[in-house]
C-alpha cells in the first residue's frame, strides 16, 4: 500500500529531481506527496543543496509550506534526526536549502512535512554518499594565530610564512637544544684538559 | 700550583680537615661497596609490588578502560591526576637546586644531588602515566607522526622530553668529579662492573684548572637554562587544563599556580627523601638540621604563596559566578568531594605555616611531618582539579562520581614502588651527596653555638633594717 503512494505521489509530482517519495494521509486532512532530491556524492564538510517538492495527491503545488531536512545522529546510548535546514516552499511547492554534511558514509537525507489544519504530513527520503575524511571541528575559543591554528587570510599574505606557522616554538625548542649542546661540549672538554695544568694534590678531587 | 694552594688554604678556612674529608667519603661511598640482605629484602618488595601493577596494567590492555573508574563524563582520572603530581614533583629538584646554585646558598650543597635525582626519576616514572592511560598505546607514536603544534598535549610532550634531558644532564655535571672518586677511591671494593662504569662517567677527570673551568662553564650554562625550562614544563602542563573548555579550568592563573604547586610538592618530596636516606646512609653529620629547618620554611613560604593562589582564583570565579560555577563551588565545599577540600586546605595549607610558626615544632621531626601532609595534600588537590572539573555536567545530566578501580590503586602502586626501586638502586651506584661540592664550598656544619646554661641568680635576702619610725609598736 506504502508503494503505491510512493508511486503516486513520484508520478503526481512529475519531477525528476524527485528520486523517491512518500504520501501520507491523515482524517479530515487532505493528503499530500512529498518528494526529496539532492545530490548522489558529496565531500564531508561540503555544503550541499536539497530540495523537495510538496504536492497534493491530485498533484497541485503546495506553496508556503514549512519542510524540515533532517538526518540521523546517533550522541552515546541516543539516536534520532537532527534538522539540518529548513524550507518554505515556493509557489511550484519546492522548497530549497543548503546545509554541511558533517558525516561521512551512507546518509539518509530526509524531508518532512509536518502538516497543517489543511493538509496531512508527508516523508521523504533519500540517501547521499559522503566521502573524506576532512577535520571539521571548528574552535571558537582562544587565540588564532594564522598560521599556527587558523588560516591565513588573503590580507596577512604578505607576512613571512615563517612567523604564521610553527616555526615559534621550534624555535624555542631549538634555543633550548642548542644550550644543552653548548654544555654537552664543555663536558666533552674535560678529557682534553687531564693533560694540562697542574693535578690537584694526585687524586681527582684533591 | 697557585690555585691548588689557594684552594687549600680555602678549605681549611672552611674547617675542612683530611679527618674530617676522609670520613665523608667513608660515609658517602660506603654503600656503593656494601650491600645488606634488608636492602635485597626490599628490592624483592619493591620487585613484587610491581610485577602486580604490570599484570593489573595487561588486564587493562586486553579489557580496555572500562576496567578503570572513568567513563565518558570523567574521562580524566587518577592516572592524568597521578601525572600532574608526579612531573610537579619532579619539578622542584632541578628547580631549587639550580635556584640555589646561582644564589650560591651553601646550606643546599649537601643535598642538591638527592633533589637532582628527584627529578630525574619522577621524570621517568610520571611519564608512564600518559601512556597508561591510553587504551590503545600502541598509537602513541599517532601524536607524532600527527600531532598538530596547536595541541597543548603536543607541546606537554616536547616540554617533557626537554626537561627530561636537561634534567639528566643538570644531574650527570656535578656527578663528574664524584665518579673520579669513585674510581680512585672504591678500586677493589666495588665489582667490576661499576670499576668500569665509574671509569667511563668520570671522563678523564683529574681535577686540573682546565677541567674545572669546562665543568663550571657547562653546570653555569645548565643551571641558567634549566629555570625557564623547568617553569614553562609545569606552565605548559598547567594548559592542558586551563585550555579546556571546563567551568573549573577558566583561569588565567593556572600556569603559576601549578608552577608553585609543582615547587610545593617537590620540597615536600625531597624533604621526605632527605630524611629517609639520612637514615639509612648514616648521614647526619651532613644533612642536619639546617637543611631540615631551611626546607621547612621554604616549605610554609610555598603553603602561604598557594593560599594566595587560591584565594585569588575562588574569589574572582566566586564573585563571578559563571555557568557550571556554582555547582564547582558547591561540590568542592560542602557536598561531594568537600572532605578532601577540607583536607586539603588544613592539612595542606595551614598545618605546615602552624607547624613552622612554632619554636616546639620546627624541629627535624616537625618538618619532615609537615612535608607528609603537604605531600598527601597536594595529591588530592591534584584529584580535586581533574575530578571536580570534569564532574561540571556539560548539559542536563546527572554529574557522576568517581571513583578509581584497583587497577588504577594497582598501577598507581607499581608507580610509586618504581620510583622507589629507581632511587635504591640509584643510591647504589651514584655517590648521594656531592662529596666534592660539600668540600669545596661547605665544609663541616658549624657547632651550634654554645648556649649559656640557665642559672638562677641568687637573690641575698635583704638585711633587717631597724624601724626608724614607730608606726607600729605591738607590746605583749
Not at chain 2, 634488608?38 to 590492555?61: D, E, K, M
Not at chain 2, 595541541?151 to 665518579?179: H, I, M, Q
Not at chain 2, 593560599?307 to 574569589?315: C, G, K, M, P, Q
Not at chain 2, 624541629?363 to 571536580?388: C, F, P, Q
Request: charged letters at 15%.
Amino acid at each position: 500500500m506504502k508503494r503505491l503512494w510512493y508511486l503516486a505521489a513520484a508520478t503526481l509530482a512529475g519531477l525528476a529531481l524527485v528520486p523517491a517519495a512518500a504520501l501520507a494521509q491523515t482524517v479530515g486532512s487532505q493528503p499530500t506527496a512529498i518528494g526529496v532530491a539532492v545530490a548522489p556524492r558529496a565531500e564531508l564538510g561540503q555544503e550541499v543543496q536539497v530540495q523537495a517538492r510538496l504536492v497534493t495527491a491530485s498533484g497541485a503545488a503546495i506553496p508556503k509550506a514549512v519542510i524540515f531536512f533532517t538526518t540521523p545522529v546517533t550522541f552515546l546510548n541516543a539516536s534520532g534526526d537532527m534538522v539540518v535546514a529548513q524550507a518554505t516552499t515556493d509557489a511550484q511547492g519546492i522548497g530549497t536549502a543548503v546545509f554541511q554534511v558533517r558525516q561521512s558514509g551512507q546518509v539518509a537525507v530526509k524531508a518532512e512535512f509536518r502538516g497543517d489544519a489543511t493538509y496531512a504530513p508527508a516523508k521523504a527520503s533519500t540517501q547521499l554518499q559522503v566521502v573524506g575524511s576532512a577535520q571539521l571541528y571548528d574552535q571558537k575559543a582562544g587565540v588564532h594565530l594564522p598560521g599556527l591554528n587558523a588560516p591565513v587570510a588573503q590580507d596577512q599574505v604578505g607576512w613571512p610564512h615563517w612567523a604564521l606557522s610553527g616555526w615559534p616554538i621550534a624555535a624555542a625548542l631549538m634555543i633550548v637544544w642548542s644550550l644543552f649542546g653548548t654544555a654537552v661540549y664543555f663536558l666533552t672538554r674535560i678529557p682534553a684538559g687531564a693533560g694540562g695544568g697542574e693535578q690537584d694534590r694526585g687524586e681527582a678531587l684533591r | 700550583m697557585d690555585a691548588v694552594r689557594e684552594r687549600a688554604e680555602a678549605h681549611e678556612a672552611a674547617g675542612v680537615t683530611p679527618a674530617w674529608r676522609e670520613r665523608l667519603e667513608g660515609r658517602v661511598l660506603a654503600p656503593l661497596s656494601r650491600t645488606s640482605r634488608v636492602y635485597y629484602a626490599w628490592i624483592g618488595f619493591l620487585l613484587v609490588v610491581l610485577a602486580w601493577a604490570v599484570a593489573t596494567y595487561v588486564h587493562q590492555l586486553q579489557r580496555g578502560l572500562i576496567v578503570t573508574g572513568m567513563r565518558d563524563r570523567i574521562s580524566w582520572g587518577m592516572y592524568i591526576l597521578t601525572f600532574v603530581f608526579v612531573i610537579g614533583i619532579s619539578h622542584a629538584g632541578t628547580l631549587l637546586s639550580a635556584i640555589l646554585r646561582v644564589f650560591k646558598a651553601r646550606w643546599q650543597l649537601s643535598i642538591t644531588r638527592m633533589a637532582e635525582f628527584i627529578t630525574v626519576v619522577a621524570l621517568m616514572v610520571g611519564g608512564l602515566f600518559p601512556l597508561i592511560d591510553l587504551g590503545r598505546p600502541d598509537r602513541v607514536l599517532n601524536l607524532i607522526f600527527y600531532g598538530r603544534w596547536q595541541s597543548p598535549l603536543l607541546w606537554d610532550v616536547f616540554a617533557v622530553t626537554t626537561y627530561l634531558t636537561g634534567s639528566t644532564l643538570y644531574l650527570y655535571l656535578p656527578l663528574v668529579p664524584d665518579f673520579a672518586l669513585c674510581r680512585d677511591r672504591l678500586g677493589k671494593e666495588a665489582p667490576r662492573w661499576k670499576r668500569w662504569f665509574f671509569s667511563v662517567a668520570a671522563a678523564g677527570w683529574r681535577g686540573t684548572p682546565r677541567q674545572r673551568k669546562a665543568l663550571e662553564r657547562a653546570m653555569n650554562v645548565m643551571m641558567i637554562v634549566i629555570i625557564p625550562v623547568a617553569v614553562s614544563v609545569h606552565t605548559v602542563i598547567s594548559w592542558i587544563f586551563a585550555m579546556t573548555l571546563r567551568a573549573p579550568f577558566n583561569s588565567t592563573v593556572f600556569g603559576a599556580y601549578f608552577v608553585a604547586g609543582a615547587i610545593f610538592s617537590g620540597v615536600a618530596a625531597i624533604i621526605l627523601l632527605m630524611a629517609v636516606l639520612r637514615r639509612l646512609l648514616h648521614l647526619e653529620e651532613y644533612i642536619s638540621g639546617t637543611q631540615f629547618k631551611s626546607l621547612g620554611l621554604v616549605l610554609a613560604g610555598m603553603a602561604l604563596v598557594m593560599v594566595y593562589f587560591n584565594l585569588s582564583e575562588y574569589v574572582t570565579t566566586g564573585y563571578k559566578m559563571e555557568a557550571g560555577v556554582p555547582f564547582h563551588f558547591h561540590d568542592l565545599m560542602v557536598s561531594y568531594l568537600a572532605p578532601l577540600f577540607w583536607f586539603y586546605v588544613l592539612g595542606g595549607l595551614l598545618a605546615p605555616v602552624l607547624i613552622m610558626a612554632f619554636p616546639k615544632t620546627r624541629n627535624v621531626r616537625g618538618v619532615v611531618v609537615a612535608a607528609a601532609l603537604v605531600l598527601v595534600a597536594m595529591w588530592i588537590e591534584r584529584y580535586l582539579i581533574v575530578v571536580s572539573g570534569f564532574r561540571v555536567p556539560l548539559m542536563e545530566y546527572q554529574a557522576r562520581p568517581y571513583a578509581p578501580s584497583l587497577t588504577e590503586w594497582s598501577v598507581f602502586g607499581g608507580a610509586f614502588a618504581l620510583f622507589a626501586l629507581i632511587i635504591s638502586v640509584f643510591a647504589k651506584v651514584f655517590p648521594m651527596v656531592s662529596v666534592w661540592e660539600v668540600v669545596e664550598h661547605r665544609g663541616p656544619e658549624p657547632a651550634p653555638e654554645a648556649v649559656p646554661e640557665r642559672r638562677v641568680i641568687p637573690v641575698p635576702l635583704p638585711a633587717p633594717v631597724p624601724e626608724t619610725g614607730a608606726a607600729e609598736v605591738s607590746e605583749s
